[in-house]
C-alpha cells in the first residue's frame, strides 16, 4: 500500500495503542475528496469494533456523494490534547485511519452496524435502543470504514516520560 511512514518514529503509537483510543473514543473527523476537489472534512460520533469504524448519517448529503464519488477515505482521532502554555506546547495523541468507506445496503448489516453504534452511547438501555433503531431505521444510513492503514503518534514528551 501507497501509505507513508510516520516520520518521527520515536513518537509513533503502537497498534494496540491505536485500536485503543480508536475504542476509547466518541468522537472523530471524516476527511473525504469533496465537491470541486475541495476537502471535506466532518465530526461525527462512530464505533470500532476492532476491525472496522461505524457511523450513521442522513440518507442524502456531501458526505454520502463524495463517499460515493470516491470511497478512500481517512478519519481521525484526538486523544489527548492537553496545551502546555509553560512550555510553547501541546502534549496529544491521535489516531489516522485510512481506509475505504461502504454504505451498508443489507438490512442485516445494516441493523447490526446500527446496534453496535447505539450500544456504544448508551450500553445500559437495550429496550430503548431496540425502540429507537425501530423508529429510524428507514431514515438513516449506515456506513462502514474498512481500516486499510492506521498510524497513531503522541507527543514527545509523553514518550520520553515512560
Request: with cysteine; glycine share 6%; net charge positive.
Amino acid at each position: 500500500m501507497p501509505f507513508r511512514e510516520l516520520r518521527r518514529k520515536k513518537q509513533q503509537l503502537s497498534e494496540t495503542a491505536c485500536q485503543a483510543i480508536l475504542k476509547r473514543g466518541t468522537s472523530g473527523v471524516l476527511a473525504v475528496a469533496g465537491d470541486d476537489g475541495y476537502p471535506y472534512a466532518v465530526p461525527l460520533s462512530y464505533v470500532y469494533d476492532g476491525e472496522r469504524i461505524f457511523f450513521h448519517c442522513a440518507l442524502e448529503g456531501h458526505k454520502l456523494d463524495a463517499i460515493r464519488r470516491d470511497d478512500k477515505v481517512s478519519f481521525c482521532v484526538v486523544d489527548l490534547d492537553n496545551v502546555q502554555p509553560q512550555t510553547y506546547t501541546t502534549h496529544f495523541a491521535s489516531v489516522i485511519v485510512f481506509g475505504r468507506a461502504r454504505v451498508l445496503e443489507n438490512a442485516t448489516a445494516k441493523r447490526h452496524a446500527l446496534e453496535k453504534l447505539a450500544a456504544r452511547y448508551t450500553p445500559d438501555d437495550k429496550e430503548g435502543r431496540t425502540r429507537e433503531i425501530e423508529r429510524l431505521f428507514n431514515r438513516v444510513c449506515m456506513v462502514e470504514l474498512t481500516v486499510e492503514h492506521m498510524c497513531g503518534k503522541q507527543a514527545i514528551e509523553l514518550v520520553e516520560r515512560r
